[in-house]
């Protein structure tokens, strides 16, 4: 059988750290309301003023998960 080594995950690469944190409440809360009215407004029929098609329904859930994306990439949001 063949020796094989495995090196710890710190010895891996370059040491950088991507920088990532958890979203401050408010903008997880932010993101998870529009993504709550996007899912109220296509399967239980409720009427939201903006949501009404496919493509904005998809656009709400966009906007929720690329806000709750930079949430977690910046400090500050």
């Known amino acids: 059988m063949a020796n ?3 090196k710890p995950v710190s010895d891996i690469g370059s040491g950088h750290n991507m920088g990532l944190s958890a979203p401050s409440l408010i ?3 932010i993101s998870f309301v529009i993504m709550l009215s996007v899912l109220f407004a296509k ?3 409720a009427t939201i003023p903006g949501l009404t098609g496919d493509t904005t329904q998809f656009a709400g ?3 929720a998960y690329l806000l709750l994306t ?3 990439l910046t400090r500050s949001l």
């Open 61 to 63: 859930l966009l906007v």
């Open 4 to 6: 094989t080594r495995t």
């Open 43 to 45: 399967f239980f029929g």
């Open 70 to 72: 930079l949430g977690c």
């Open 27 to 29: 903008t997880f809360l």
